[in-house]
């Protein structure tokens, strides 16, 4: 049983409306959560803060029902219960709303709102009291919307808010907003905090999962922190300070690799005059990440740090050519370049590795040989295939170049360790001789012996004249490898750093309060003011 030590309950509520203990759940070869505790009190905003992995999602889905748990119990109103399914959890008052509307755009409002739950008539729906009802719902929430309306007419953030509607109209003692302001935007999310007291303020427990702090701190009573499937703590949020929060949600695993980061500041003394290879002067995607400069040099290792959410991804995807920038102007080589596919940018030499290994990365039921000539011979075209004997000459280098094991061009990529097939993932952008590499956690769930052998390859290739950029959650491992380090919170970037004296608590202080004034001095940037992108008037 895990040990707590958690805050008062408050003095209204002194009994929670959701209580979980001990929770355990495991997957074939992963423990999801390992005797975890969470409770929630009606009348509170409640946020369940991890990075990726922590468990956050596993919770939730153990709380309503999608997943069974394997031990432990959940205590809903002070009575056990064991949901079956979704159905059971929201008969019992736990709705969610997701980050994706998954309402339906073709119906009405007032459809969407009582969808399943439609007032009859003679066997018919009664269309007027449909509409009736879910004119009385939307007014409870001081929203003016015609329930006549067809959904698909209102915009994402009126959509989630009429998700939410619905999510109320069944009673809902227990109500889950799972990263619902990842798309709005700031008046937009006024206006959900708005609604969130005025249920908060009629008793509904309100669970608010999101990667912003600033909306966390804003609008959260209490906090609850996971890492690697365990329960860190639970913390009423004024008590918690931010810098401290996020050291809980990194955790600190270090490892010593002296010769390494002895390199690295020897090859930034030696690189103050390197070639700039990339420059971006205010790229950005709405509702994605706030417009950001960035400049990159030949041979030189940009680490990207950040929490999960912070726009880190989303920056390195427009600089991968993923997904396309709808503002400022990008500069390769010197000269302006616009990036409109991944295709585009592997024909100018800029390869990306996603982070998502399985489902953006290896082709799991290829072998290793394939995988590996897979984006050379899309750069080269599907009609002029490259000669068997040339993939087995690239196969057999890479295999030998970065030990992946077995050393066999033949084995099925999903046999492999995932240490291997981030090797293998590798191999396949090496061929491609990228002038720009980037790395989206490159060495997320592998051994560390592998993670150290693709440290060293890293840097070798900057070494070479590569230009890298390089994200990782592991703070230690981004200070290690990088000559300069970006920092991003909430989408926007807050500081560009020489990697020069920096240490983990000087980035933790950027990442948790950006301009804080004990962050290092001389090193805070801003995102570009509109005067200051391509093509502002003068």
């Known amino acids: ?15 929670p409306v959701v209580e979980m203990t001990d929770v355990s759940i495991s997957f074939p070869g992963v ?22 992995g922590a468990g956050k999602s596993t919770l939730i889905k153990a709380l309503t029902g999608v997943y069974q748990i394997d031990s432990g119990s959940i205590v809903l109103d002070g009575a056990p219960v064991s949901f079956r399914g979704p159905a059971d959890a929201q008969n019992a008052g736990i709705s969610t709303v997701y980050q994706e509307v998954n309402l339906l755009p073709n119906l009405s409002v007032a459809e969407n709102i009582m969808l399943g739950r439609e007032p009859r008539r003679f066997g018919a729906i009664d269309g007027r009291r449909m509409r009736r009802t879910a004119k009385t719902v939307l007014e409870g929430l001081g929203l003016d919307v015609d329930p006549g309306s067809l959904l698909g007419s209102h915009s994402l953030a009126i959509q989630q808010l009429i998700a939410i509607a619905r999510a109320i109209n069944i009673d809902a003692r227990v109500l889950i907003l799972d990263e619902p302001t990842s798309s709005l935007d700031a008046d937009e999310v006024a206006e959900l905090f708005r609604i969130i007291r005025s249920l908060k303020d009629d008793g509904v427990a ?16 209490r906090l609850t922190v996971f890492r690697n499937g365990r329960f860190v703590g639970e913390y009423l949020t004024p008590d918690l300070l931010r810098i401290d929060l996020v050291q809980k949600m990194i955790g600190k695993e270090l490892t010593t690799l002296e010769d390494l980061e002895q390199r690295v500041q020897e090859a930034e003394a030696e690189g103050a005059d390197a070639t700039v290879f990339v420059r971006a002067r205010g790229i950005g995607r709405r509702g994605s990440v706030s417009p950001v400069d960035i400049t990159i040099h030949e041979g030189e290792i940009v680490g ?17 050519g993923i997904d396309r920038s709808d503002s400022g102007q990008l500069t390769l080589a010197g000269k302006p370049t616009r990036l409109r596919t991944p295709r585009q940018a592997l024909t100018r030499r800029i390869a990306f590795s996603s982070e998502n290994r399985r489902s953006e990365g290896i082709v799991d039921e290829l072998t290793v040989r394939d995988n590996i000539v897979l984006a050379l011979q899309a750069d080269r075209g599907w009609f002029r295939p490259i000669p068997k004997k040339r993939q087995d000459e690239l196969a ?3 295999i030998q170049a970065l030990n992946i094991r077995p050393a066999n061009p033949d084995a099925i990529v999903r046999n492999l360790s995932g240490g291997n097939q981030q090797k293998v993932l590798l191999a396949r952008w090496l061929a491609v001789a990228p002038r720009l590499l980037i790395l989206d956690e490159p060495t997320r769930g592998i051994d560390i012996g ?9 840097f070798s290739l900057a070494e070479n004249g590569m230009s890298v950029v390089y994200i990782s959650a592991e703070l230690e491992e981004v200070l290690r490898l990088s000559h300069r380090i970006v920092v991003m919170r909430d989408r926007q970037k807050v500081a560009d750093l020489d990697n020069d004296d ?6 933790l202080a950027l990442i948790a309060d950006g301009g804080a004034d004990d962050a290092p001095a001389g090193t805070l940037v801003s995102s570009p003011s509109a005067d200051d992108r391509p093509g502002a008037p003068s």
């Open 1 to 15: 049983m895990t040990e707590l030590t958690r805050p008062a309950a408050p003095a209204a509520h002194p009994r």
């Open 31 to 52: 423990k999801a959560l390992d005797g975890v505790s969470f409770r929630m009190f009606p009348g509170e905003v409640h946020s369940l803060m991890g990075e990726n």
């Open 206 to 221: 309100i669970l608010f999962v999101s990667h912003f702090l600033d909306q966390v701190y804003e609008i959260a009573d």
């Open 304 to 320: 990207f740090a950040g929490l999960l959410g912070s726009g880190r991804t989303e920056v390195a995807r427009l600089l991968g």
């Open 396 to 398: 057999q280098s890479y």
């Open 450 to 458: 592998a993670k150290a052998e693709i440290q060293k390859l890293v």
């Open 502 to 507: 920096l240490s983990v608590d000087s980035l």
